[in-house]
């Protein structure tokens, strides 16, 4: 894995498919290291073929994301709790 990455904010149109509303300005949880932080400051690797969006504090995975023939893929295990905003 090379350093070079991208910020959460990328996420927003990937994601837009599962949620409906902005998940980059969502509050995540990280459950290895507990950094409380915008989804949007995760640094985020891999595209065009999918997302790994990494917690800038301890490098665990937050969230994996692909698009496969049979639909979206998301594996969010990596967030403890992911909190968004009302309204």
């Given at each position: 894995?090379?350093?070079?990455?991208?910020?959460?904010?990328?996420?927003?149109?990937?994601?837009?498919?599962?949620?409906?509303?902005?998940?980059?300005?969502?509050?995540?949880?990280?459950?290895?290291?507990?950094?409380?932080?915008?989804?949007?400051?995760?640094?985020?690797?891999?595209?065009?073929?999918?997302?790994?969006?990494?917690?800038?504090?301890?490098?665990?995975?937050?969230?994996?994301?692909?698009?496969?023939?049979?639909?979206?893929?998301?594996?969010m295990r990596g967030i403890a709790i992911l909190r968004m905003s009302a309204g």
């Amino acid at each position: 894995m090379t350093d070079a990455h991208i910020d959460g904010n990328v996420l927003a149109g990937p994601l837009s498919s599962v949620f409906t509303a902005d998940v980059t300005s969502a509050t995540a949880v990280c459950a290895g290291c507990g950094r409380t932080d915008r989804l949007a400051t995760a640094a985020v690797y891999g595209a065009p073929m999918g997302y790994i969006a990494r917690c800038p504090g301890c490098d665990q995975v937050l969230l994996r994301y692909a698009e496969v023939p049979a639909g979206a893929t998301l594996d969010m295990r990596g967030i403890a709790i992911l909190r968004m905003s009302a309204g």
